[in-house]
């Protein structure tokens, strides 16, 4: 099995969340889903999101559980293939009922990059980079 990542997420409203997620384009996996506490969306065959009830992720962590709109615990970022794939997914995002571009927009010419916040508050970005030309950018002096 190749490293596979399982974010975990505490939200409020499995089902809600679950459509949130289907609509900006992950997956169900059912094989890691209920019907009633937990929701397994797959962005791709090694990056997971589970959406968890707040009884349910207690079951993980005895640590207090966030509120994701009023305190920042994690930074999530997406690659993604392109620029115009960056506003598409933003774009399902806002259509989704998402809250659009809570961070800085990142738009360089190699990188490009925005964000939403889920229906709980949390935050994804969605980025976009051209590898070699950051690495070259990374090398250029400084100028003042």
Known sequence: MPKTIFISLPVSDVARSTAFYQAIGAVRNEAFSDDRTASCMAF???????LMTHEKYRH?????????????????????DSRQ????????????GGNLDPSPV???????????EDPDGHMWGVSWMD?????????????A
């Open 44 to 50: 791709s065959d090694t990056i997971n999101a589970m």
């Open 60 to 80: 993980f962590t005895t640590k207090n559980i966030a509120d994701a709109r009023t305190t920042s615990g994690a930074l999530i970022c997406l690659f993604v």
């Open 85 to 96: 794939a960056v506003d598409d997914m933003i774009g399902k995002a806002k259509a989704a």
């Open 106 to 116: 990142d738009n360089f010419d190699f990188m490009y990059g925005r964000s939403f």
């Open 131 to 143: 590898v070699e030309a950051a690495a070259k950018a990374m090398a250029a002096p400084a100028t």
